[in-house]
T-cell receptor
Framework: DVKVTQSSRYLVKRTGEKVFLECVQD?????MFWYRQDPGLGLRLIYF???????EKGDIPEGYSVSREKKERFSLILESASTNQTSMYLC?????????????FGDGTRLSIL | GNSVTQMEGPVTLSEEAFLTINCTYT??????LFWYVQYPGEGLQLLLK?????DKGSNKGFEATYRKETTSFHLEKGSVQVSDSAVYFC???????????FGSGTRLQVQP
């Protein structure tokens, strides 16, 4: 079974802090994703990466950056946290390029910015 | 680009009731379609999928049929249980990239 592990289930930070959310997958998947989940909005794509050191912006990249130095690890960075970034953050991975393959998700990090 | 619309919730049912959660999509061609489920406090997990028109995906008593005529992929279950209480998401591949586009999610609450 694919396992996607997010480093924290709950995180509380202060406005202006630099925040790191970590995600690790154990299936040698090429593709990794960061989504943000908010009530009534579903999941929205922040960034994704299809290879080491490669990244592409999703639909809502403003205020975020990412890092993929190793294939198994994909980090989301909030450069200067703001209260409107309080949300649930979900990491996912995907093997291959075929559109009929499912993504595998971590359990999420619920982030509160005070 | 590809998009998906699903019915708003919450949907509240009694145990053993019949469930339908509507999902319609807009897409170029015939992409794979997915239903994901999110149980309380957890991430999303794949519930079922269909890869081509007229395919029926099924898992844990849930079913969904890929209908190209109506561009729909409605989720059904004949008899829900309290343990089915969760948020359900319809999804399809995003246009031009290896991500998924999700519906807004439908919360299901099953009462004993």
């Amino acid at each position: 079974d694919v396992k996607v592990t997010q480093s924290s289930r709950y995180l509380v930070k202060r406005t202006g802090e630099k925040v790191f959310l970590e995600c690790v997958q154990d299936m040698d998947h090429e593709n990794m994703f960061w989504y943000r989940q908010d009530p009534g909005l579903g999941l929205r794509l922040i960034y994704f990466s299809y290879d080491v050191k490669m990244k592409e912006k999703g639909d809502i990249p403003e205020g975020y950056s990412v890092s993929r130095e190793k294939k198994e690890r994909f980090s989301l960075i909030l450069e200067s946290a703001s209260t409107n970034q309080t949300s649930m953050y979900l990491c996912a991975s995907l093997g291959g390029v075929a559109g009929n393959q499912p993504q595998h998700f971590g359990d999420g990090t619920r982030l509160s910015i005070l | 680009g590809n998009s998906v619309t699903q019915m708003e919730g919450p949907v509240t049912l009694s145990e053993e009731a019949f469930l339908t959660i509507n999902c319609t999509y807009t897409a170029t061609g015939y992409p794979s379609l997915f239903w994901y489920v999110q149980y309380p406090g957890e991430g999303l997990q794949l519930l079922l999928k269909a890869t081509k028109a007229d395919d029926k995906g099924s898992n844990k008593g849930f079913e969904a049929t890929y209908r190209k005529e109506t561009t729909s992929f409605h989720l059904e279950k004949g008899s829900v249980q309290v343990s089915d209480s969760a948020v359900y998401f319809c999804a399809l591949p995003s246009t031009g990239r290896r991500a998924l586009t999700f519906g807004s999610g439908t919360r299901l609450q099953v009462q004993p």
